[in-house]
């Protein structure tokens, strides 16, 4: 039976990142073309995607855990029983799958990311404060600057994350590999709609996300920094003279980079965990509690498969909430707002230990590229 596609609602995501676009277009065309041409440095995309691609890499068994966390809570109930029961049930391999769409999306998102906030940053503030009398910009270009790299990083993500969250949840890409998976789902609904489908999901996730990652990382960082040389209340020196006594001006932009990347993972976790909720409820496939229907007979199972998980990811936003939202309802135990945090110990552990070294790698890569530790300038 042919599946059917509603064009309306896959293009509303779409028409929402060329409204956005429009007004980044706006913003910047105040900016002087030779401000922008300064402001683009690639060693912010080289140091964006060696970071993401490391970090997103040693975290891989813990996505797995998660991830299955949330596609079957009622299995899966936390973090080390889940593990346990994968590895007794499918064996310690199983802990890897979706390694290489991990490297290879999160390597490229890493690269965007970083590299596109970073540039537009500048150019937003100078834009800013043309476009207002005040001349004061305050936050605003930080948010801009993180929803313009959270949007661009989701279109590189959609075609990427769909094909690791089946590799984890459904039989049917059991072990196919990146290229294997990314043909299975081109089959199953074509270029188009491999490219576009979930792209809402992946904004909620990946805006908030990239939001409280940058955002936060480098107001602590500026904050630490600005405290470390302001003066003190009892005297004139600074404490930076004070601690450059007994600490090297490296072991501070260390520790600095450290607290600041803490402080942007436990943000960044809660911000972004229930878009990343409805992100695996949008793509998830028929396998480890996939879907809760009737197992097809052995003749149709592969088509019915896939279809019903492709089914899945057609609905809108507002559907998969609300699914996640009254989930377990015939059994008399609504979830409600709590569904939308299933698997936070998970992400927690995963986030935290992600965005750390994430942005740890980022401050060392930048540095040894021979730009300034984040907050330092």
């Not at 590999?177 to 992946?202: D, F, I, P, R």
């Not at 088509?303 to 057609?314: I, L, Q, V, W, Y």
Request: with cysteine.
């Amino acid at each position: 039976m042919p599946i059917k596609h509603p064009r309306g609602r896959n293009r509303a995501p779409l028409r929402s990142l060329l409204t956005f676009f429009s007004f980044i277009s706006y913003v910047t065309s105040a900016t002087p073309a030779a401000s922008i041409a300064s402001s683009i440095d690639f060693r912010y995309f080289v140091a964006g995607g060696s970071c993401a691609a490391i970090s997103h890499g040693i975290t891989c068994p813990i996505d797995v855990v998660k991830t299955r966390m949330q596609s079957n809570p009622e299995k899966y109930k936390s973090l080390l029983p889940a593990t346990a029961t994968i590895i007794r049930e499918e064996g310690a391999a199983s802990l890897v799958k979706g390694l290489g769409p991990t490297l290879v999306g999160y390597g490229i998102e890493g690269a965007l990311k970083f590299g596109i906030y970073e540039i537009t940053k500048p150019l937003v503030v100078v834009a800013f404060m043309k476009l207002n009398a005040n001349g004061e910009a305050g936050m605003f270009p930080f948010l801009i600057a993180s929803i313009l790299a959270g949007a661009v990083a989701s279109l590189i993500l959609v075609p990427m994350e769909s094909t690791r969250i089946r590799m984890v949840t459904d039989p049917e890409f059991e072990g196919v590999g990146l290229l294997g998976g990314l043909s299975k789902l081109v089959e199953e609904a074509g270029v188009a709609q491999t490219l576009s489908l979930g792209m809402g999901a992946m904004l909620a996730k990946q805006i908030p996300y990239t939001f409280g990652k940058q955002v936060s990382f480098d107001i602590v960082a500026k904050s630490l920094y600005r405290m470390l040389n302001s003066p003190t209340a009892d005297s004139a020196a600074t404490l930076s003279e004070l601690l450059s006594k007994s600490l090297s001006p490296d072991f501070v932009k260390w520790t600095v980079s450290v607290l600041s990347a803490m402080v942007a993972s436990i943000m960044a976790c809660f911000l972004s965990h229930p878009g990343d909720v409805i992100l695996t409820e949008t793509h998830k496939g028929r396998g480890h509690g996939g879907t809760t229907d009737k197992q097809p007979s052995k003749k149709s199972k592969g088509t019915t498969s896939s279809s019903s998980s492709h089914a899945k990811s057609n609905q809108s936003l507002c559907e998969v909430s609300a699914t996640i939202y009254s989930r377990n309802g015939e059994k008399g135990v609504m979830q409600g707002l709590s569904g939308f945090f299933t698997g936070l110990q998970a992400r927690f552990v995963h986030v935290g230990l992600i965005i750390t070294s994430q942005l740890v790698i980022y401050d060392i890569v930048k540095q040894l590229l021979g730009l300034p530790a984040t907050g330092s300038h």
